[in-house]
């Protein structure tokens, strides 16, 4: 089935819920309007369409080879990144300084979803120069900026996010890979890593590893660990390229998925590095590459979740089986039968909510940075800070359960490997693990997130949800108003009830077991709200005679359909919240295992 980029569907949720303009009127971004979202959009699509979307199941079928302490990208993915690179796509949202285009960090990520969604696999590989970057600009020193910025801005070289090791995974304080002094402002790394997403490759002549690493006099647990700058081949002042530097891929992992991203087994022996920003502060540098990775991470989820959306509806409207209910046609189109329509809109419902979190986010990053006061940097920082683990994590969830449910909509088919739906459904389930689990985005949003500034983000979430219902009612009534009160309700009681739960001296167990429904709560009841400002702007289009009436239409019962089969959940969400730490503490290992 071919990948068409959903253009006005992005469009519209930068421009009608995130409000990308906003970001434009800050007057950041000098070169952005609406003339140049639309070209960028076009451009991206013409791109992954056509280029990376081919190159997908090649890429499954062949993946990346190791061999000789080197990685072989899979067939036709060098060449397409040197593409991806002569376009300028690596540079969307980098600062002009660098060689970047300075567009607003939203329109960069709805870009990408198309990239993600042509070719998770290939995605990956700027995905984390695009980190690299974001790290080197914050802390970087004036030469790394020089040398290593300006070529990882320009695509010319790639980066890799170097963290995990066989004893360090989500627990980073227990690292033990060492950098000790050469003697000369440089360092010598030793140590193993694995699970290097792009780690080798052969799709440009060098590599830039970010390495968190300990120094020798480093103290124990996460802060001794310090983040270095290694690259493939040793770099002189120009950028001309030198040694081979001291560290290889001694492996690539056989995984279920993303068949064609080398994951690589990294060994590191006497790598010659340099140190990024302060000793022993690493683990809060390399939270810049991270948080970065985890936002790009939920819209590798979007763009998983469309690309399997499109394949159920391509097979729904092309498979006749049975009769139709609505137009009695005795051999009709699956897409025909209730429960197949079903679950189609909501797939679609939640591609659109999942979409409009991420790219929610992203404005609110680009305004966090650039709104004109320090009280509205300040409250957008909040909403990027609350919203990046709900991105990352709920819309990761939703790829997941919508490559599932593309599964299921083939039947028998989507269980054999040439329909392709099994594809996506592989590679859609890294994504809730890597870049941080979501049990640990769920406890990173419970944890750290909502109580930083002592709730005030969430209250002033629920306060903007809350002005969206009072306008609602002139758009319907009834059952798609009380769903969204009711959410927006148990988002606010669950909200109080863990704030309470935190000042508790017993508390911790009850706000770590209510983490995760309440990300989902949060999430479900965040994307309806998003929907519903959709709908609402659809509403206004419709009524000024303006845009297409079917496809506006569409985006009004986009919300009810949401509505009906995803906000009525927020009840039970809530009771989870509540269930507490001590019912788990009874589910003992040796109740688990009776």
């Known amino acids: 089935m071919t990948y068409r980029a959903p253009v006005r569907d992005i469009a519209f949720a930068l421009q009608a819920v995130a409000g990308i303009d906003q970001v434009a009127a800050t007057g950041a971004f000098p070169d952005y309007d609406a003339d140049v979202l639309g070209a ?86 700027p995905m984390l120069s695009l980190a690299a970057i974001e790290a080197l600009e914050a802390h970087g020193t004036p030469s790394q900026k020089e040398i290593y910025l ?88 120009d950028g001309t390229l030198g040694d081979r530097n001291g560290f290889r891929p001694v492996g690539v992992e056989h995984k279920l998925g993303i068949h064609a991203s080398p994951t690589c087994v990294m060994a590191y022996e006497g790598a010659i590095a340099e140190l990024v920003g302060q000793p022993n502060q690493g683990l809060a540098h390399m939270f810049v590459m991270m948080n970065a990775a985890r936002l790009a991470v939920g819209v590798e989820g979007v763009g998983i979740a469309e690309r399997a959306y499109q394949h159920a509806l ?75 683990p709900i991105a990352k994590a709920w819309s990761t969830d939703v790829g997941c359960e919508v490559a599932s449910l593309g599964v299921q909509i083939h039947g028998g088919m989507g269980f054999i490997e040439e329909t392709g739906a099994a594809q996506h459904y592989r590679d859609a389930r890294i994504a809730p693990i890597y870049e941080g689990t979501n049990g640990i985005q769920a406890m990173d949003l419970v944890g750290r997130k909502l109580s930083m500034d002592g709730g005030q983000s969430a209250r002033d979430l629920i306060a ?25 309700s148990a988002v606010e009681q669950a909200t109080d009830w863990l704030m309470g739960r935190k000042g508790a001296a017993d508390g911790a167990a009850d706000v770590l077991a209510a983490a995760d429904a309440y990300l989902k709560l949060l999430g479900d009841v965040a994307g309806g709200w998003m929907l519903a400002q959709g709908a609402l702007y659809a509403r206004d289009q419709l009524d000024g005679g303006q845009g297409d009436p079917t496809w506006l239409e569409g985006k009004i019962a986009l919300y009810e359909v949401y509505a009906a089969n995803v906000l009525g959940q927020a009840s039970s969400r809530l009771s989870a919240v509540g269930q507490g730490g001590a019912l788990l503490e009874r589910m003992s290992v040796d109740v688990l295992a009776g």
Request: aromatic share 6%; charged share 20%; glycine share 10%.
């Open 314 to 388: 391509s097979y729904a409207r092309e498979r006749r089986q049975g009769r139709s209910v609505w137009t009695g046609e005795a051999n009709a189109p699956i897409v025909d039968h209730p429960d197949v329509r079903r679950t189609l809109s909501v797939m679609k419902a939640k591609v659109a909510a999942a979409r409009a979190i991420c790219l929610s986010t992203g404005v609110a990053a680009d305004l966090a940075k650039h709104s004109a006061t320090e009280e509205e940097r300040r409250r957008w920082k909040g909403r990027e800070d609350l919203f990046t």
């Open 464 to 488: 903007d949800m809350k002005a969206t219902l009072a306008v609602l009612p002139r758009l319907y009534s009834g059952k798609p108003v009380e769903a969204l009160t009711e959410g927006v």
């Open 150 to 237: 300006s070529r990882l801005v320009s695509g010319e070289w790639t980066g890799a996010m170097v963290l995990t090791e066989p004893q360090a995974g989500s627990d980073l304080g227990a690292l033990t890979a060492t950098a000790t002094p050469n003697g000369d402002g440089t360092w010598a790394l030793n140590g193993q890593k694995i699970f290097i997403t792009w780690g080798d490759h052969d799709a440009t002549d060098n590599i830039v590893h970010m390495v968190l690493a300990r120094l020798p006099d480093a103290p124990a647990g996460p802060k001794g660990i310090s983040l270095f700058l290694a690259s493939k081949y040793l770099a002189a002042p």
């Open 40 to 125: 960028v959009l076009e451009a991206a699509a013409q791109f992954s369409e056509g280029v990376l979307a081919p190159l997908n199941r090649i890429g499954d079928l062949k993946g990346s080879t190791y061999a000789n302490g080197s990685v072989t990208a899979a067939p036709g993915f060098a060449d397409a990144y040197r593409q991806f690179a002569a376009g300028g796509w690596t540079g969307l949202s980098a600062p002009a300084h660098a060689g970047g285009q300075q567009l607003p960090k939203a329109l960069e990520l709805a870009a990408y979803e198309t990239v993600h969604a042509a070719n998770m696999a290939f995605g990956l590989c």
